[in-house]
């Protein structure tokens, strides 16, 4: 289970069974002596080989030191034979010196010995870097932040994984490494196929190759790939059934990308488009709360039952409530996780699991009531996020006066 569960996570490093702890060497080795002997001995026999690995957290020690660390163990029944480059069994001492660089301390303030277990999955923050990515976005979403999304939403192997906000694709990416055939919406044509000004430093068009399927080429992962097309969030284009295992999306909150939707030429609030094919369409703003609620609409609509919805919800922290969290009678929520933006903005990570058939009643079962009323109009979050700053912008202007 351990193994597993390190298999799929960016959050951790390692992990250990633990064999001892303590504030000091002393505490440490009286921990060992005390831990049961018939839980060590399969480690330790004979005809195993093993190594010792010290790691310290804020301090670098010479190798003299970590060799005497090393023999202060002899206590511990090693029967086995040392093997550095490939041993059987990996044993670690783990040394805390604090989290402040420029105080490092003499003494750790606590020390760990564990039998190793597994590694985590943090170099795919590294081999999948937004910064080495062929096509991006303004908002292309942390490599990090992507794969949390995928775990939340339990993709696994040949599930099918939909993203109604696809932009270029970095949420896709992340489910197909897990094995899973990925597909999209957006709404922007552009974006869709790979034209118009590129959001790269130093380029001014986006190059003949850049779209979503190059991205999933340049790691592999192509054969995952069924398509992007593009389309309103707001106006489902799928045959009715239970189609997608996870739905794993990041809306657009109208900070960075526009919130809209297809409109008709009778709306009052509209503008015509044109993009470098000579497409045209009409699109209105489209609000919040309606983003949201669509999603969730569509998600008791078109997951399979135990699918999950994960996706991002912008929050003004004065005003968070938990009530404000949108809900649907077919989506039981799961986990509300925060990443702080700035000190008065956040953004939530919801995770919904369907645990309902979706009939005909259930298609307006939500209400807008006063509860919801951060969401109801067009960029009220957009304008809490830029008060914030323009706020701050004034202060730090005050403060230079003084």
Same mark, same amino acid.
């Given at each position: 289970m351990a193994r597993g569960l390190m298999k799929r996570t960016v959050c951790a490093k390692s992990i250990f069974e633990l064999w001892g702890h303590g504030r000091s060497a002393g505490e440490l080795y009286a921990s060992l002596k005390s831990y049961p002997m018939d839980k060590m001995l399969p480690y330790l026999q004979s005809d195993s080989t093993y190594k010792i690995h010290i790691h310290t957290f804020n301090k670098t020690l010479t190798q003299a030191e970590k060799i005497k660390k090393i023999d202060a163990l002899e206590f511990l029944p090693f029967n086995g034979k040392v093997n550095l480059k490939s041993p059987e069994h990996v044993f670690w001492i783990l040394e805390d010196y604090g989290m402040d660089p420029n105080n490092v301390l003499e003494e750790p303030l606590d020390l760990y010995f564990g039998r190793w277990?597994?590694?985590?999955?943090?170099?795919?923050?590294?081999?999948?870097? $937004?910064?080495?990515?062929?096509?991006?976005? +303004? /908002?292309?979403?942390?490599?990090?932040?992507?794969?949390?999304?995928?775990?939340?939403?339990?993709?696994?192997?040949?599930?099918?994984?939909?993203?109604?906000?696809?932009?270029?694709?970095?949420?896709?990416?992340?489910?197909?490494?897990?094995?899973?055939? $990925?597909?999209?919406?957006?709404?922007?044509? +552009? /974006?869709?196929h790979g034209l118009g000004k590129a959001s790269r430093k130093n380029q001014k068009w986006r190059g003949p190759d850049e779209n979503i399927r190059a991205n999933l080429r340049q790691y592999g992962l192509e054969k995952y790939y069924l398509d992007a097309l593009v389309s309103d969030s707001s106006k489902p284009i799928w045959r009715k059934g239970m189609l997608f295992d996870a739905i794993v999306t990041d809306p657009p909150y109208g900070i960075r990308e526009a919130t809209r939707r297809t409109g008709s030429q009778k709306e009052t609030v509209k503008s015509a488009e044109r993009s470098t094919e000579n497409h045209i369409f009409i699109s209105s703003s489209y609000h919040l709360s309606d983003i949201f609620f669509d999603l969730l609409k569509f998600a008791a609509e078109y997951l399979v039952m135990g699918g999950r919805l994960v996706y991002w919800l912008p929050i003004y922290r004065p005003e968070y409530t938990e009530e404000i969290i949108p809900r649907h009678p077919c989506l039981k929520?799961?986990?509300?996780?925060?990443?702080?933006?700035?000190?008065?903005?956040?953004?939530?990570?919801?995770?919904?699991?369907?645990?309902?058939?979706?009939?005909d009643h259930d298609q307006n079962s939500y209400s807008l009531d006063g509860r919801y009323m951060p969401y109801r109009g067009h960029n009220s979050f957009r304008e809490k996020y830029f008060s914030g700053v323009t706020k701050r912008i004034a202060k730090e202007e005050k403060d230079n006066q003084k």
């Open positions: 277990i597994a590694d985590g999955q943090r170099e795919l923050i590294e081999s999948y870097s $937004v910064k080495k990515r062929h096509f991006i976005g +303004n /908002t292309s979403m942390d490599a990090c932040l992507s794969f949390i999304m995928a775990n939340h939403g339990r993709v696994k192997p040949n599930d099918v994984v939909f993203d109604p906000f696809v932009g270029t694709g970095g949420l896709l990416i992340s489910s197909a490494h897990f094995g899973a055939y $990925v597909c999209g919406t957006d709404i922007d044509y +552009n /974006t869709i929520l799961i986990s509300n996780c925060e990443q702080m933006l700035s000190s008065h903005t956040s953004r939530r990570l919801i995770t919904m699991e369907k645990v309902k058939e979706f009939k």
